[in-house]
């Protein structure tokens, strides 16, 4: 398949919105799901860390990948976000399509 998800976080329901809202008005992304909270244990700067964040889910085209980190790395508050992306092997075939038509138009 020609299309990916990607899967991010943010640290608050503002960032995450902005962050998609550019996303889709660029058409870089068809579609993005947020979710409002999610706990987060990770290991940063030499110690367990634990906090609240936003978890988000894009889809789009394997092609836009890069374009789409990038942008979301200049958008992000983040020193070093969470923004990695799975490519999509199997699904309905009308929404993979819808996904390529959404983003045929990208603004990048």
């Given at each position: 398949?020609?299309?990916?998800v990607i899967y991010m976080t943010a640290g608050s329901i503002e960032e995450a919105r902005k962050i998609a809202d550019e996303l889709?008005?660029?058409?870089l992304c068809a579609c993005v799901n947020?979710?409002?909270?999610?706990?987060?244990?990770?290991?940063?700067?030499?110690?367990?860390?634990?906090?609240?964040e936003?978890?988000?889910?894009?889809?789009?085209?394997?092609?836009?990948?890069?374009?789409?980190?990038?942008?979301v790395k200049r958008l992000h508050s983040y020193e070093v976000p969470c923004v990695v992306s799975l490519p999509i092997e199997r699904g309905n075939p009308h929404?993979?399509?819808w996904i390529l038509d959404e983003t045929a138009d990208c603004k990048l």
């Amino acid at each position: 398949m020609q299309t990916a998800v990607i899967y991010m976080t943010a640290g608050s329901i503002e960032e995450a919105r902005k962050i998609a809202d550019e996303l889709i008005g660029k058409r870089l992304c068809a579609c993005v799901n947020i979710f409002p909270q999610i706990e987060s244990v990770y290991y940063w700067n030499n110690a367990v860390q634990r906090n609240n964040e936003i978890a988000f889910i894009a889809k789009t085209r394997q092609s836009l990948v890069p374009q789409v980190i990038e942008e979301v790395k200049r958008l992000h508050s983040y020193e070093v976000p969470c923004v990695v992306s799975l490519p999509i092997e199997r699904g309905n075939p009308h929404f993979i399509q819808w996904i390529l038509d959404e983003t045929a138009d990208c603004k990048l």
